[in-house]
Each structure stands twice: as C-alpha cells, then as structure tokens.
C-alpha cells in the first residue's frame, strides 16, 4: 500500500504521523511511505532519516495527501479540506464533536475517516488516546504553575508552597489518565490536590494509586462549587468518548474563584467543561475571562514533540500496518480499529458523532 505523511500546518504542531521507525516496519511489510519534506523536523526527525528508513520523500503536501492511506497527528483544518478524497482512509486525531465543519467535510468528501480517540478496547480502554492524554495532564500542571506567576497575569502562588505558606490548591475534574497524570505531577511539586470523578470505583483505584496525599471527592454540583472556589488551579480532564464533555464549571462559579487563579482545561479539544474556556493556541496560550486567566490549547502535547510522536507511534503503528496489510478490511479483522471508524462512504459511522449530529445521519 502507499502510505502519506503530510507535514502538520496546525499552530505550533511539531508532532508527525509516523517516525523514522514506524517508516522501516511498514517497509519491511512491502508497503511505500512518502513524507513531506519537513514533516518531522519539529520533532528531531530528518528528511535523511526518513530516507534512510525507506521512505520516499516529497516536496509538495498534496502528494503525502493523495496516497491511499494517510496517517497524521491532528485534523485536517479548513485549507487541507480539498485535499480530502474518495477512496482513501484517514487515519488521525479527528475529535469531531466540536467540529460540525469538519465532520460535514469528511462525509461530503467520501473519505474513510478512522480517529485515534475512538479507537477502543474490549475494555473500555482508549489505547491511542492514552499516551497524550498521559502527556497532556503532565503539561497542564506544569503550565499551570506557570501561568499562576504573576508575570504571567496569575496570582504568584507557588503550587509546592513554602514552610510557613501553604502550597497551592490543584482541583482536578475528572480522574481518567489526563487527571491522574495531572495530578501526579501537581503531587510532585508539592500542591494540595483535590480530584472529583462521577465514578467511586475510580476514585478507590486512585488512593490506592496515589495514597492519602490527595483528596477523592465524588463529583456533584455542590462538591465542585465549593473545591473550584477554593482552587488555584483548576484543571479540566473530562472525558466522554466521541462526545461534547459536560459543561461542569459555569461563568458564575469561574467569577467566585479568587482573581489570578488558573484554569487549565484539556477536555477543550473535544468542546470543554468550563464555560468561560474557548479554545486557544500555543502562539497564544492564554487569555483572562473574569479575572481568571485561562488556559485552552487542543494540542498541547505538540509543545513536547519528540517525547510525544515516538509515544503516539508505540500505540498506533500496529493499527497503521493492519490498515496497510488489509486496507478497510483491517475494520473487519479487528474490533478495536472498527470502533475507531467514524466516517465512511459519506455515512456517519460512530454512535457517538451519530448522537451529536443526527440531523447528518
């Protein structure tokens, strides 16, 4: 099969699709892997490395674009759109829940689009998700503490405290792999750590995990009211595969929390759970809304790309070569791939994007 590499156009996404090494698999496997020129320079990766893998390399987007399966990190956005074909299978970060332009795109194209974050074992567990959602909750700490500086508009807490001064509050909503990740750093820098989840069972696992240095809060209105009040810093880590995350934190509860306080919301790639958040950039990672300043950056493991791309590649190489050997019959061999299949044949595949848009069924 002819595989594509196009280089990413997204603000500041240093990450590529495939590594030098995933290049040499997939040639071992008989298969053709054209990368653009560039494509992997951000993250440590050169043209002569991906040659010397196997690959051919291109100078122009719309060859890595025209190959029968294009494997990427992030959407396409608007000015890819065209490049979007019949007959080919698009294998990427998609999060078409909070992206109606994109998702009508993808079904008027034709393509085949297979995302990452729907990929989805017998279990429940989301395996290609998993490494940035890992990544992600270890950076929004650690912006977090930056962006609480006072010469980065926050209140000048120092999340570890000092003797004599208390460390600062960490409130984070949701326990999955970016909250636990998330607060396993703010834990290692010594903050005061509250985690909130809907699930008890979950909320048991990490005190087993984590011990008795954090707090485990079951999650209702009141609970968040009075823990995001307190907080310094409050870090978004909802997770509803396929869907918009409940919105869990209104204008009027952000207004109550002290001003220079720090919000980091990770869910905003799929929509957000705080209503004040919109979505930012990492040439403009923040902004003030209430006297909070707000953190909403969609890519942010972009901001590590050679820790990320060789993580994200550990997880989705087996899925690319399966895809490469069989096509989109591979959807039919394996279970997992299937249910990451969101568009195909102009169709809405994936229930989730079914429910959020049933008026493009």
């Known amino acids: 099969m002819h595989i594509g590499v196009p280089k990413e156009i997204k603000d500041q996404e240093f990450r590529v699709g495939l590594t030098p090494s995933s290049v040499q698999v997939l040639c071992q496997h008989g298969h053709q892997v054209f990368v653009e020129t560039g494509a992997g320079q ?39 759109y065209d490049q979007l074909h019949k007959g080919h299978v698009l294998f990427t970060y998609l999060h078409l829940a909070a992206d109606r332009m994109l998702t009508e795109c993808l079904l008027q194209s034709g393509i085949t689009a297979i995302a990452y974050e729907t990929v989805e074992l017998p279990n429940g567990q989301l395996p290609l998700l998993a490494p940035m959602s890992a990544i992600a909750g270890r950076l929004a700490t650690q912006m977090g503490a930056h962006y609480l500086e006072r010469q980065h508009g926050g209140r000048g807490v120092l999340l570890g405290g000092v003797p004599g001064v208390r460390p600062g509050r960490v409130v984070v ?61 409050v870090i978004g880590a909802v997770l509803v595969p396929g869907k918009r995350p409940p919105q869990l934190v209104s204008r009027e509860l952000v207004a109550q929390m002290c001003p220079g306080s720090v919000i980091v919301d990770v869910a905003v790639d799929q929509g957000g759970c705080i209503e004040t958040m919109h979505v930012t950039s990492h040439s403009q990672p923040s902004y003030i809304d209430e006297k909070v300043v707000h953190v909403g950056i969609p890519n942010m493991p972009g901001a590590v790309p050679w820790t990320a791309t060789q993580a994200l590649n550990h997880s989705t190489l087996p899925y690319v070569v399966k895809l ?3 096509g989109i019959d591979a959807v039919l061999k394996d279970e997992p791939l299937a249910r990451g299949l969101n568009i195909q044949a102009h169709q809405l595949v994936h229930p989730a994007i079914r429910e959020t848009f049933p008026d493009l069924i």
């Not at 100078?59 to 494997?71: C, D, G, P, R, S």
């Not at 998330?182 to 509250?194: D, F, P, Q, S």
């Open 173 to 233: 909503l949701g326990g999955g792999v970016v909250g636990t990740e998330a607060a396993k750093i703010a834990l290692g820098m010594g903050a005061t750590v509250e985690i909130i989840d809907i699930n008890v069972a979950r909320l048991v696992e990490l005190e087993n995990l984590l011990g008795a240095q954090a707090s485990y809060l079951y999650s209702t209105p009141s609970q968040i009211e009075a823990s995001v009040q307190a907080a310094d810093l």
């Open 324 to 326: 490469a050997n069989y």
């Open 42 to 80: 951000g993250a440590g990766f050169t043209d002569a490395a991906y040659q010397q893998a196997g690959a051919t390399i291109v100078t122009e987007a719309t060859v890595a674009w025209n190959q029968e399966l294009v494997v990427k990190v992030k959407e396409p956005l608007p000015t890819e």
